[in-house]
């Protein structure tokens, strides 16, 4: 089987505020690659960040998007969230929000109420996922995925576990509806171990080490808050897991189509965009 190649890797560096409550760190962004990264737009990671008790409510007051979907994920704490379709929830530790902005939400994205409160730490992940032109004006929804709802596979070896938020593992399939062909895999690995994960060819594919410590494809060592990303050709990538260690897995089909974004809004022409910005100033969301 062919080995998938290292292209690059990102090693995060810096971080800034989303709103005045999540301190994230551009993992990759289309605004810098594009191709590479396809069907994928943008991955920001808050790492673990201290937050005390508060009465005032902390996040992202209500804003727009048109044209793809934000995939966030909670690794500790909570978040909730509220949109102008009437659509609430709140997301805590291994739960996933898989949301469709189509042809336009307008969202909030805060922290939950009580953990605001109490206080505690924080560490998410909000993955961008691109749609191909037929669907971006499609009707905005909601996947709310439940840590107990995601499938989990035990990899051989005792190497650890993988959630399957989207695409398929071995036979298993991931809970996620989506578009396009996308695997989210959310891997808790056992230091100590390998494993070599298995992939379709013509996948483009990165891998955010969140926290430990892994040697990829014999080569590359990653730590905490680092990226690789890998060829779309091959099939595999090895993986010796040196300590215990929690690492997201995304690859997909590129979408070959131009792509063309501002601030909130990722669509296929600058008319398009400029389009969404009067839709949405017309109060048409
Ligand atoms: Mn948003």
Same mark, same amino acid.
């Given at each position: ?194 494993? !070599?994960?298995? %992939?379709? +060819?013509?996948?483009?594919? #990165?891998? *955010?080490? /969140? ?23 091959? !099939?595999?990538? %090895?993986? +010796?897991?040196?300590?215990? #260690?929690? *690492?997201? /897995? ?28 009067? +839709? ?6």
């Amino acid at each position: 089987m062919n080995t998938k190649k290292i292209t690059r890797i990102n090693k995060g560096s810096g971080s800034h505020w989303v709103g005045d409550g999540f301190p994230v760190t551009t993992m990759f962004s289309y605004q810098t690659q594009t191709e590479e990264i396809s069907p994928f737009l943008l991955l920001d990671y808050a790492g673990p960040t201290e937050f005390e008790s508060s009465e005032k409510a902390r996040g992202v007051e209500k804003h727009p998007h048109r044209g793809f979907e934000t995939v966030t994920i909670v690794y500790q704490g909570e978040l909730e969230h509220s949109d102008n379709s009437g659509n609430a929830g709140k997301i805590g530790p291994g739960d996933v929000q898989w949301m469709t902005a189509g042809r336009g939400i307008i969202h909030e994205e805060m922290h939950g109420r009580e953990f605001t409160r109490k206080g505690g730490t924080l560490e998410m992940v909000q993955l961008w996922v691109n749609l191909p032109a037929k669907d971006k004006m499609s009707q905005p929804k909601y996947q709310e995925i439940l840590n107990s709802n995601i499938p989990v596979v035990n990899l051989t070896g005792d190497a650890g576990v993988m959630r399957l938020i989207a695409g398929e593992y071995k036979g298993t399939k991931g809970i996620a509806n989506t578009f396009t062909d996308v695997n989210l895999w959310d891997m808790r690995l056992n230091g100590g171990h390998k494993t !070599e994960l298995n %992939l379709p +060819d013509g996948h483009n594919t #990165s891998i *955010l080490v /969140l926290s430990g410590k892994v040697i990829v494809n014999n080569t590359e060592t990653l730590e905490g808050k680092e990226l690789a990303q890998f060829s779309l050709e091959g !099939e595999q990538i %090895l993986v +010796d897991i040196q300590d215990d #260690s929690v *690492l997201l /897995l995304m690859s997909g089909q590129p979408i070959d189509e131009p792509v063309v974004g501002r601030g909130p809004f990722v669509m296929n022409t600058a008319e398009e965009i400029q389009a969404a910005m009067k +839709d949405y100033g017309a109060g048409l969301f």
